[in-house]
């Protein structure tokens, strides 16, 4: 692995797992010393994850960790309603009885990490990527993979909604009930049907973060 490679792998895991959050500044030198490299790679790998979307240069500001607004977020839920189900759907007409037997085990695992949100998203990745695989679309395999990438850029994991670690949970074993039963109809129904929740459950998140922020306000105007 290249070093410009190595320094792309790491930021794109810090701005996952919300050590770089959006809006926040990045400057090339600090990254630099932080990765214990020279600056070119980490220029290089700047300019990939500028080119994805997932860094841009602000006004006055410098580089910074890409936000999305609500627009970009419905946006970005539709495609992976598109892609997802479309992956379900090819997963239940392709896939092998290990890979089924993979997807049970990861449904396990998940099963016993509902009570830890961040393990739960961790297990979360792993499952659709797993249907991601199955699908066994090479062009299908890099559009969500670009998608997921997209994805770390709305920040904390729905997870820590109330409910929403079982209602995801029971969502993925409708999934894999459609892909062992070879139905691709109800498997594709099954994905879109939880990609759904998960944009209702986003969109719930963000409305109780920004409520959240907003009386914090208010309580440093008033104490």
Known sequence: MSRAEHAYQRLLQAIID???KPGGRILEVD??????ISR????EALKRLESEGLICNAPRRGMVIAQL???AIMELYQMREVLEGTAARLAAQQ???AEVYNLRELLSQEQQSQHHAADQAVKN???HNAIYLAAHNRYLLKSLNSLRDAMALLGPTTYMLDSRAQTALSEHAAIVDAIENRDPTAAESAARKHIRAAQMARIRLGREQSNACSTTSRDKVTG
């Open 40 to 43: 070119t790679p980490v220029r």
């Open 125 to 127: 990745r792993a499952f």
């Open 31 to 36: 990254l630099a010393n932080w990765l214990g």
């Open 69 to 71: 607004d609500i627009q």
């Open 18 to 20: 919300g050590s770089l």
């Open 95 to 97: 896939c092998s009885e």
